[in-house]
């Protein structure tokens, strides 16, 4: 038996200067790919034709931690360094959640602030 494999759809990845990341999130009933650059976060929906489905702003300057997309792509929550941040495909802050209380200290311990 012989595999040939064949090329069925590429898909468009933007800034490639070494600051983007990339994650496949296979958990809805089509396949996502999130784009992670400096400046924002883009969501191609992996079906042909590819293309852009939302593309949601960073909400700080730093560097964020991690990100989630809401199912119908409409919210996008990200982790920054002191809080969780909603923010709509607009760019307007829908919500801020400061962590808590408690800190993580040099070695991963958490303490009371």
Same mark, same amino acid.
């Given at each position: 038996?012989?595999?040939?494999? #064949? ?10 200067? *070494?600051?983007?990341?990339?994650? @496949? ?28 489905? +939302?593309? %949601? ?18 919210? +996008?929550? %990200? *982790? ?8 709509? #495909? ?18 991963? @311990?958490? #303490?009371? #602030?």
């Amino acid at each position: 038996m012989t595999i040939t494999p #064949r090329l069925v759809v590429t898909y468009p990845i933007p800034d490639r200067d *070494g600051d983007t990341r990339t994650l @496949l999130d296979p958990s809805g009933p089509v396949p996502r790919l999130h784009v992670r650059g400096a400046e924002s976060l883009r969501i191609y929906e992996l079906r042909e034709p590819a293309g852009l489905t +939302a593309e %949601f702003p960073a909400p700080t300057p730093d560097r964020w931690t991690r990100e989630w997309v809401a199912p119908d792509g409409a919210l +996008a929550v %990200f *982790g920054t360094a002191t809080e969780y941040v909603a923010v709509a #495909r607009d760019g307007r802050t829908v919500r801020r959640q400061p962590y808590g209380t408690w800190e993580v200290g040099r070695w991963g @311990l958490a #303490r009371p #602030r």
